[in-house]
């Protein structure tokens, strides 16, 4: 199997497909270098054929592919633990779209590698779209990209008991001493109130890709930002909470607000540069998360999907 092998269709991700019965392991063992030579060229592979159905393999091969893995930190939303350093999807309304974002782009170093294997794929929808971020970073308007290149973004937080996580899931523990200390070593500040814990922290928004040196807009401004909420929900949560209560919101680094047209100019870009191929369950989906920002569409019916992060990249650049 060589690069020509590669099946490349406007509007589609690179797809590989495996066509012969294979040992997964073995194949991965044999096309590792051809696998990590795509992901350089193409940001993503997804790999057909080789009958990942279940967390068991996934981490096996995951294995095989990264040389750490990591685990969701800060999580703005629940994922199940399914063994092998694999995770189950976020928990998200299936009748709600998850919009574009890079994996834990508001943490200090990125998980550069992700693995994503379809085990059930669903009746319709539900489809990992896929979008370059160094494609998103050329065609955003140059004063938009100026001037979060120059502030970076913010993440502002609210934990409560009402809605969202509480800050003990995010942080991993009940204990406030360990929680400063980890906001402290991760340039988060906190505010503990008497309805929970707010934190703020400021990331660049234009990193330099760790092996090709090249800029990509990687973060999760418009993803966590209120315009990108439904407006039926924002508009009740403000209702409930007050405008600085919402359980996540991102603005410029300078602490001004984003309006809604630049989340709005944000999300048509990434729609306008959007890959997209529907789920088949047993699919290998390798993603190079700081080159390429991925999304989850709508969907009806069983949908089960893993995913392994790992290969952590620093995020020195402001």
């Given at each position: 199997?060589?690069?020509?092998?590669?099946?490349?269709?406007?509007?589609?991700?690179?797809?590989?497909?495996?066509?012969?019965?294979?040992?997964?392991?073995?194949?991965?063992?044999?096309?590792?270098?051809?696998?990590?030579?795509?992901?350089?060229?193409?940001?993503?592979?997804?790999?057909?054929?080789?009958?990942?159905?279940?967390?068991?393999?996934?981490?096996?091969?995951?294995?095989?592919?990264?040389?750490?893995?990591?685990?969701?930190?800060?999580?703005?939303?629940?994922?199940?633990?399914?063994?092998?350093?694999?995770?189950?999807?976020?928990?998200?309304?299936?009748?709600?779209?998850?919009?574009?974002?890079?994996?834990?782009?508001?943490?200090?170093?990125?998980?550069?590698?992700?693995?994503?294997?379809?085990?059930?794929?669903?009746?319709?929808?539900?489809?990992?779209?896929?979008?370059?971020?160094?494609?998103?970073?050329?065609?955003?308007?140059?004063?938009?990209?100026?001037?979060?290149?120059?502030?970076?973004?913010?993440?502002?937080?609210?934990?409560?008991?009402?809605?969202?996580?509480?800050?003990?899931?995010?942080?991993?523990?009940?204990?406030?001493?360990?929680?400063?200390?980890?906001?402290?070593?991760?340039?988060?500040?906190?505010?503990?109130?008497?309805?929970?814990?707010?934190?703020?922290?400021?990331?660049?928004?234009?990193?330099?890709?760790?092996?090709?040196?090249?800029?990509?807009?990687?973060?999760?401004?418009?993803?966590?930002?209120?315009?990108?909420?439904?407006?039926?929900?924002?508009?009740?949560?403000?209702?409930?909470?007050?405008?600085?209560?919402?359980?996540?919101?991102?603005?410029?680094?300078?602490?001004?607000?984003?309006?809604?047209?630049?989340?709005?100019?944000?999300?048509?870009?990434?729609?306008?540069?959007?890959?997209?191929?529907?789920?088949?369950?047993?699919?290998?989906?390798?993603v190079d998360n700081v080159r390429m920002a991925h999304s989850r569409e709508p969907y009806q019916g069983r949908r089960e999907i893993g995913m392994v992060q790992g290969d952590p990249a620093p995020t020195p650049r402001g």
């Amino acid at each position: 199997m060589t690069p020509a092998d590669l099946e490349l269709t406007p509007g589609k991700p690179p797809i590989l497909p495996v066509s012969e019965p294979v040992a997964a392991a073995e194949w991965v063992g044999e096309y590792r270098a051809l696998l990590t030579e795509v992901l350089l060229r193409h940001g993503a592979v997804l790999v057909r054929g080789l009958g990942v159905r279940d967390a068991a393999l996934l981490g096996q091969l995951s294995a095989q592919l990264m040389e750490s893995t990591v685990m969701d930190r800060e999580a703005f939303a629940r994922r199940h633990p399914l063994g092998n350093s694999v995770f189950s999807s976020l928990e998200w309304p299936p009748d709600q779209p998850m919009c574009m974002h890079h994996e834990q782009s508001y943490l200090l170093e990125v998980p550069r590698l992700l693995a994503i294997g379809c085990f059930a794929a669903p009746d319709s929808g539900g489809i990992t779209g896929l979008a370059d971020a160094e494609a998103v970073l050329a065609e955003l308007p140059e004063p938009l990209v100026a001037r979060f290149a120059e502030t970076g973004w913010t993440l502002r937080r609210s934990f409560n008991d009402v809605v969202g996580l509480p800050w003990r899931e995010a942080f991993g523990g009940d204990d406030r001493e360990a929680a400063e200390k980890y906001c402290q070593a991760n340039r988060i500040t906190c505010d503990w109130r008497p309805d929970g814990l707010r934190t703020s922290q400021t990331r660049p928004a234009v990193l330099d890709h760790p092996l090709t040196g090249r800029p990509v807009w990687c973060n999760q401004i418009a993803f966590l930002n209120e315009w990108t909420m439904d407006p039926a929900v924002r508009e009740y949560l403000v209702m409930q909470l007050g405008a600085d209560g919402l359980p996540f919101n991102t603005g410029y680094g300078d602490g001004e607000p984003v309006d809604a047209e630049t989340i709005r100019t944000i999300n048509e870009v990434y729609e306008s540069l959007t890959l997209r191929e529907p789920w088949q369950a047993g699919d290998l989906l390798l993603v190079d998360n700081v080159r390429m920002a991925h999304s989850r569409e709508p969907y009806q019916g069983r949908r089960e999907i893993g995913m392994v992060q790992g290969d952590p990249a620093p995020t020195p650049r402001g």
